[in-house]
């Protein structure tokens, strides 16, 4: 397509957006500008886990699921207390040990928390930053 062509098709293709159902012309109007969703961080199925220590001292409080948005769930995310009393917060597991989750830090506290309250925990531990 060269020069005229171009433009030719241009204009046909803006008249045709801005025809009405009665073939009227009307003046193209500006796109929706959506405004952001507010995302609402659910808990779902948690489960406390009773498992012995590692040999390193590290315990698994429990596992749930995370619900981001009502389209958006992560499976089998994790709990961790350090030796040291940090809460760690992890993904699911892939194999390999590559990550499958990366959070911000004041997201990451605040999930630990809603996590630590629907285990019925109440931990007064330091979340790892």
Do not use: W
Request: hydrophobic share 40%.
């Amino acid at each position: 397509m060269f020069g005229n062509e171009k433009h030719g098709l241009f204009r046909s293709f803006i008249a045709n957006r801005c025809r009405n159902q009665n073939g009227r012309n009307q003046p193209a109007q500006q796109p929706h500008t959506p405004q952001p969703e507010i995302i609402k961080l659910r808990v779902r199925s948690a489960r406390a886990m009773r498992q012995a220590p590692s040999p390193r001292g590290f315990i698994t409080l429990g596992k749930f699921n995370l619900q981001v948005t009502d389209d958006v769930t992560i499976f089998d995310c994790s709990l961790v207390k350090a030796p040291d009393g940090n809460v760690m917060l992890y993904g699911p597991t892939q194999i390999g040990g590559a990550t499958t989750l990366s959070v911000s830090r004041e997201a990451r506290r605040e999930i630990i928390e809603m996590a630590l309250a629907a285990l019925g925990m109440e931990l007064h531990v330091k979340s790892a930053a």
